[in-house]
C-alpha cells in the first residue's frame, strides 16, 4: 500500500469546496501527545513540518512529517500519516533518504467533560510496512497502537494527557516476533493571548528488543495567524541515552477545507 504523496494533497486541496461557515484548525502539532478533541465534521486539515534531529552518536535525521485529518462527523476523525521525505546520516555509514512508512488511524473523542472535567478519546492506528527496513528509513513490519487521551482547558492553560500501548512488528534481525511497548506523555500548553501560545511536554517511551528507553522532553511556540492556520517551532531534548540528543522543528496546521456541508 502507498502512501499519499504531495499530488494526492494537492488534488484533495483543489476539489474542497468553500463553505460560509468559518474552519478553525485542532492543531496536533508540534508536541508528541495529541489533543482528545477532534478535526471539525466535514473538514480536511493538514499538519506538515521540517525537523532535523542529532543523535548522541553524531549521526543526523533531516524529516518532513506530514499528518492529513478528515473529519468523518462530529467527534470522529481518520488520520493519514507518513514522513513524505525522511533522510538518515549515520555517523559510521552512508546516508539513506526516500519516504517512510505510511500510518493510518482513526480517532473518536467518547465523552466531553466527563473525569476531573476533561474530553476522553480513544484512537486506534496501524502502521504499514510501506518502505523497506534495510536503510532504516522504515519498521519493516507492521505496528499496531492503542492510545487513550484526555484533554483539559483551565483557563489560559491546556493540558493533554496520552497513554499508549503499541505492538511493534520485529524484523529477524532483532529476533523476529512482536514486542509490546508501553508509552506516556503529558503536555501543558500556556496561551499568552489571542495569537501566542508556549507548550512544554515530557513524553516516555518503554525500551524493546529494537530500542532503548527513551525519555524526552519539549518545549515550543506557536502562532495563530488565524482560525485556519497555525505555526509553530521548537526544540526537543532527549534525557536518556535511547532518545536523540536534540531535535529541532518548524511547521504548520492549516485547514485546506471542506469536502462536505456540516
Known amino acids: 500500500m502507498k502512501h499519499p504523496g504531495p499530488a ?3 488534488l484533495l486541496a483543489l476539489g474542497l469546496r468553500a463553505e460560509d461557515i468559518p474552519i478553525e484548525v485542532n492543531p496536533n502539532r508540534p508536541t508528541f501527545a495529541n489533543p482528545a478533541l477532534t478535526t471539525q465534521s466535514g473538514v480536511a486539515e493538514l499538519e506538515w513540518g521540517l525537523q532535523r534531529s ?30 513524505l521525505y525522511l533522510r538518515l546520516a549515520p555517523a559510521d555509514g552512508r546516508a539513506a533518504a526516500g519516504s517512510g512508512d505510511f500510518n493510518l488511524g482513526v480517532q473518536w473523542c ?31 513490519a507492521p505496528i499496531d ?15 493533554d494527557v496520552n497513554l499508549l500501548e503499541s505492538w ?21 500548553t500556556r496561551n499568552l493571548n489571542e495569537q501566542w501560545s508556549i507548550s512544554g511536554e515530557l513524553y516516555g517511551l518503554q525500551a524493546i528488543p529494537s530500542n532503548a528507553k527513551i525519555v524526552s522532553n519539549l518545549w ?17 531534548v532527549g534525557l536518556t541515552n535511547g532518545a536523540p540528543r536534540y531535535t529541532v522543528f518548524t511547521g504548520l ?10
Open 253 to 262: 496546521t492549516v485547514g485546506l477545507g471542506r469536502f462536505r456541508k456540516p
Open 145 to 159: 497502537t492503542l492510545t487513550l487521551l484526555f484533554s483539559r482547558d483551565a483557563g489560559p492553560y491546556h493540558v
Open 220 to 236: 515550543a511556540v506557536a502562532y495563530k495567524v488565524s482560525k485556519r492556520l497555525v505555526l509553530d517551532a521548537g526544540v526537543d
Open 110 to 140: 467518547y465523552f466531553h467533560d466527563g473525569l476531573f472535567g476533561t474530553d476522553q478519546a480513544i484512537q486506534v492506528a496501524h502502521t504499514f510496512p510501506t518502505v523497506p527496513s534495510a536503510q532504516g528509513l522504515g519498521n519493516g
Open 168 to 188: 511493534i512488528g520485529l524484523t529477524p534481525d532483532a529476533g523476529g516476533g512482536r514486542a509490546t511497548q508501553a508509552a506516556g506523555t503529558v503536555s501543558i
Open 8 to 10: 494526492f494533497l494537492l
Open 54 to 83: 542529532k543523535f548522541r552518536d553524531e549521526g543526523t535525521s533531516f524529516a518532513t512529517p506530514t499528518l492529513l485529518k478528515l473529519g468523518l462527523m462530529k467527534d470522529l476523525e481518520v488520520r493519514l500519516s507518513s514522513p
